[in-house]
């Protein structure tokens, strides 16, 4: 969703212009009298001191460095900004897009001032401006970074982006509103703006860390509050943490509408802080959130202990609150925790969350008496009082198909409920009947400027964008502009920091950004740049591009190629190469996944490098040279992991490497990771305490089919599980309690094979996952299977062919040279009837392996081409196109 300035309000502040009783201008070479634009004041504190009621403040385009923090004391004053501003007389044209205007703290730590202070003003309004990298430390507490407006009415704020605020409470006191804070106010209207990139860190309780609102009376309508972080650095007490992480509302009367929260976070100490709200807080009041998106806010940053996480969309302390026609989706826990006080929900959608509505008040009958006529994914209140669960079927993003069992489900019209003029459906069909449920738009996408972008060398950034021939030349410019479903056509080509600004940021759900073809559509990051960052987005698509030469040093950015963070996306046909990640706590150089689910396919990991830096004196880490999971749920289908590197420095026993092609961190929401028909070939590991698992490190549910785990090798330390390690670590052991428990956890190895790997092949630690191996080849890996406690894990060891004879005649197990064609770089099965060779040419071998044919005799087999034996072939090619043949079974007669 794009913030713009409504028509109307466009109309009513050039009218309140026209009336003022003084003009004032600012501009950066101005000078100094403030009757125009030549003699312009160049201190925009002086034309606050001097403007009184009714007059006019009109700010050039420009960067103001604000050392000091403004004062806004004078009732009556309107402050625009975004004017070209060179008109001989009155203000001329304005565009904050061409001509910004920005108030700005200097960069580092020299200055700590917040950037504007309204207070004790009647009336007034703030408009078309950029407050940027305000910044208090203090240790008696703290509010609004950025902006705090105190004791004020009656003010408009609107046409704001309010950024990077960044608050620091170095004691047990609470900081409030990184980025904006209200305080015993009346009145007040925050509209068309951007609330983002804000962060707050304490001891205390972080209330707010975009927006903080108390003992007020406010309206917030068509803002997006995005990417804001609440932390904080450790803390004893219950009563510690993130409160609101986007939004924190305390004793208010306050209506949202028209606004989007979203990709707003906790984090902090899992041992001792209480999370609560990540998009939304709401304690006492009264409060409307009308037509409101709440999607991808994550309390779980740093912890994954769910005693302690509460209401990562939404969490209700107390008050009366109301939510109707709001879409809350893929918030990584709760959709909405209910604590206390009175809730209604209605029309609304709630899906993607772990826990649509949690702990909500119910009848003896078990309804939920304040939830109507929605659609809840956990099926709350199906069946009872007009509630669905039936899949929404979004499109294009959040979009409804003409076929939704949400279209016309609600309870009211969509004029009684003040809908008739947006729409839920991408051809843009405006609501019309009864009212459908969840989120609407103002406009569809299909048909409009932005439902296609296209991106070449070719183009410009001036340029339309529309087509071809008007192509932007960046994909940061397309970006920029994209809207939910928006697909981004990508021309082959270099997209490097010439052009790119980095990370290129992902932040409207079903982006598509579409390459030509991965060997020549080429993104390529600067030194010390992460390549691509998502946060709190679904249904993203990634498709036919290469990522590479990302690098980054430091502890606070893991996935140098890509930073997925609390999403759902698809990448397809796509590389991720020679990324690399310095950090004493490294995770990801090629993508580090966070509570996301994501699906490759037909992708190649190569080259991608973990390196240790830094200093720590107690704990290393490095987990995923190609790929970090923690959370969420990996589906790799199809695609080759070859040659990354994960290190990890030595301080500390419990320093580990893990994972050099792929490390599964954990999935503490019990979700199943699937890998299928793919290549594990020459990863690498260092550490010379923990290392384990060159090729897949395991410490969570996963299914590993048809895969292939050749020449990985640990190159120091405990060197355990070349190929595949499963187990625990102190760094990832979930919490007693949780779905992560020893036991509750399953691995299947299930036809792979696991070939010339140094020191080990596969190993297992009884604290770790349960292991299953069926129908596999292990050989020539130095030790095939080592494990903690060997008989548990020969006991799940079934159908397979093992160098070292582990299990041999037991469970259908045998020791016998698998006759590979090539045992240092072709695993297929030698076959007299026909191999598979690249080309899809078919050679005939001198002789059989002994892996034809004999794996279990219930498992499915009809994918491998006939003559087949009519029993699956072990190993990474059993069931698959490419499976080695074997003879046709048939009757021989002799005649004499």
Known sequence: MAVVLMAASMVWLMNAGLATAADYYVAPAGTGVGTNWSTAYTNIQTALDTAGSSDTIYIQGGTYIIKTQLVWTSSGVTILGGYRGTNATGPGPFNVTNWPTVLARPTGTTYTNRILLVSGVDGGTLSRLTLSNGWLKATTGATGGCLCVVGSSDVMLSGLVVAGGNIVVNAYKPALGAGLAIVNSTNITLADSMIRDN?????????????????????ITNCIIRNNEGGYYIATGADQGVWGGGLCIKRCRATVVDTTIAGNYGRGHYQFTTFRGAGIYVDGGTNVFRNCLIAGNNLRINTHNPSLVFGDGVYLMSGVSTFANCTIIRNNGQGIYYKGGSVIVTNSILWDNPDDLANFPTNGQGVLTGVWRSCIEDGDNAGTNGCISSDPLFERGLYLATNSPCVNAGGSTALAVGL?????????????????????????????PVSALYVGPSGTDTNTGANWANAFRSITKALSIAEHGTRIHVATGLYNSTCETFPLMIEEYG??????????TVITPVASQRAVLMNGVGFVRLQGLTVTGGSYSGNDKPGTGLGIINSRLIIDSCVISSNVLYSGLGKGAGIWSKDSFVTLTNCSMIGNRLNYSGYRPSLWQGYGGGICVEGGELVLLDSRVIRNFAAAGTQGAASIAAGGGIALVGNYGGNRHVISNCTFVSNSIACLNNSRGAGLYIASTAQVINCLFATNWIIDGSRQGAGVFIGYDASVQPPAGDIG?????????????????????????????DLVIRNSILWGNGDDIAASDIGVTLANLWYSDIEDGDNDGVNDCFSADPRFANPVNEWRLMSRSGRWTPGDIWVKDVTNSPCLDAGDP???????????????????????????????????????
């Open 199 to 219: 962060k707050g860190t304490c001891y205390s309780p972080f209330l707010g860390s975009g927006v903080y609102a108390t003992n007020t009376m406010l309206t």
């Open 741 to 769: 428990v020893v036991g509750a956890d399953h691995a299947t190895l299930e036809n792979c094979t696991i070939a010339g790997n140094v020191p080990e092949g596969v190993r297992q630690n009884t604290t770790g996952p």
């Open 420 to 448: 008739t003029n947006y729409t839920t459906q991408a051809d843009g069909t405006r609501d019309t009947g009864m009212v459908d449920l969840g989120y609407h738009f103002a406009n569809g996408i299909l048909g409009v």
């Open 858 to 896: 219930a498992s499915d087999y009809s994918l491998e081409p006939p003559f087949n034996g009519g029993r699956i072939n072990l190993g990474a090619y059993g069931n698959t196109r490419q499976a080695s043949k074997s003879f046709a079974k048939g009757t021989l007669f002799l005649i004499q």
């Open 511 to 520: 982006v598509e950004l579409l390459g030509t073809n991965a060997a020549a």
